[in-house]
Structure formats: structure tokens, C-alpha cells
């Protein structure tokens, strides 16, 4: 099935460090979503982004819809060790359905 | 907690066999999906539906279908299960069908086919 590019693949930080991610693809989406996963869990909805260029944040997480409306980053600070999980980016084309596009995943370890 | 529930939590089968999985959504919304999600192929769009009608799908085999019922919950039924066929299963909701709609997710159902 189709997949998000998304890197790095893992992360191994200490806690206090701030991480980058993002996430590409070679069509142009309308909406980007940034996803959270804990093992055994479902993935956890973090930031929704629905125009290019903007700029939003949830408390330490910040994400961007890239201009070219073909990529998004997502930043974490000061990060802590209940940040650990799989991120996952999610673009939405638009039209008559809701579907969603995965990224491929991003595993973040912290170590406290 | 999304409100997203499902049933059961884990399922444990055997090959051949035929299973179902059940999805409530979030109070509200009239959208409901399907995801398989195993280690190889990440998360896979199965199947939408809407207010009970089939809207989109994805990568369903034929071997597996769905219905959304009145009251919205939705099933998934799998039937001549291999091996393959062990992954995570979810299911989102949201509120419509069309335009930037946030999907929420439920705990998902882990099956294993033996």
C-alpha cells in the first residue's frame, strides 16, 4: 500500500533534547496530521496542520505544513521519557473521502 | 481515551477460520475506518464507511468485509484466515466524510491466526 517518507526511522536521545522529524511525499496534500503510538495502542491524534506554511503547536510539540504543501516537520522540545513511542505523519488528499496516508513511522527513545 | 471503542482486545484463531471485530465510534460521528497494521507494511487503509453506506476502500482483500449499521457501530469480518492475516486491526472515526476531518482511533484489536 502507499507510504509517507518519513526520518529518520529511529531516535535514540537523552531526555532534555529536543528532536526532529518529518515526513515527505511526492503528491500534494490538504491536510497533514502528526499521530502518536504507544505499544499495543492506538495511535493518539498530537497536531492537525490544514494550510501550507502553518505553524502549530500542543504544548512541546510544534509542526509544520510544509510550502510545498509535499512535506511537514514536527519538533519536539525538552524532550522526557513519556515522549517515547512510534510518531506517525498522516496526509489527507481530499474529495468524497477521509482517507488517510501513513507515514512509514518514527521510533523515539529517551533515555532518562 | 479517543471514544473510539473496540472489541475484543486481543483474538487468537486459527487458519481457516472466520472472525469478527467490532467498532463503536465517537458519539457524533458518522464516519468510520478500518486499518490493518502489521511490523512489514506499517498502517494500511482497509475500508470507510458513512452514515452506513461504503464510501471508500483501500487495501481490503476479499476475503474480508464490513458494515456500518444503524445505530453506527461497524464490523469487520475476516474469513479464511492464514497466517498473514495476524496484525493489529483499528478502527478511526470522524465526524464527516469530506474536508480536513480529524480521525480518532480506537485501541484496536490484536489478532493472532495460528
Known amino acids: 500500500g502507499q507510504q509517507l517518507n518519513q526520518s529518520p526511522q529511529s531516535m535514540f536521545i537523552q531526555e532534555g533534547e529536543d528532536v526532529s522529524m518529518n515526513c515527505t511525499s511526492s503528491?500534494?496534500?490538504?491536510?497533514w496530521l502528526w499521530y502518536k503510538q504507544d505499544p499495543g495502542e492506538g495511535p493518539v491524534l498530537l497536531i492537525a496542520?490544514?494550510?501550507?506554511?502553518e505553524l502549530t503547536s500542543n504544548g512541546r510539540l510544534t509542526a509544520q505544513f510544509g510550502i510545498t504543501r509535499k512535506d511537514s516537520f514536527l519538533n519536539i522540545s525538552a524532550s522526557i521519557p513519556s515522549d517515547v513511542g512510534i510518531y506517525f505523519c498522516?496526509?489527507?488528499?481530499?474529495?468524497?473521502?477521509?482517507?488517510?496516508?501513513f507515514g512509514t513511522g518514527t521510533l523515539l527513545a529517551v533515555q532518562p | 481515551d479517543s471514544g473510539v471503542t473496540q472489541t475484543p482486545k486481543h483474538l487468537i484463531t486459527a487458519t481457516g477460520q472466520r472472525v469478527t471485530l467490532r467498532c463503536s465510534p465517537r458519539s457524533g460521528d458518522l464516519s468510520v475506518y478500518w486499518y490493518q497494521q502489521s511490523l512489514d507494511q506499517g498502517l494500511q487503509f482497509l475500508i470507510q464507511?458513512?452514515?452506513?453506506?461504503?464510501?471508500a476502500k483501500g487495501n481490503i482483500l476479499e476475503r474480508f468485509s464490513a458494515q456500518q449499521f444503524p445505530d453506527l457501530h461497524s464490523e469487520l469480518n475476516l474469513s479464511s484466515l492464514e497466517l498473514g492475516d495476524s496484525a493489529l486491526y483499528f478502527c478511526?472515526?470522524?465526524?464527516?466524510?469530506?474536508?480536513?476531518?480529524?480521525?480518532?482511533f480506537g485501541p484496536g484489536t490484536r489478532l493472532t491466526v495460528l
Open positions: 478511526a472515526s470522524s465526524v464527516g466524510t469530506s474536508g480536513p476531518n480529524e480521525q480518532f
Open positions: 498522516a496526509g489527507f488528499y481530499g474529495g468524497a473521502t477521509n482517507k488517510l496516508i
Open positions: 496542520l490544514y494550510k501550507a506554511g
Open positions: 503528491s500534494i496534500f490538504n491536510t
Open positions: 464507511y458513512y452514515n452506513g453506506e461504503e464510501r
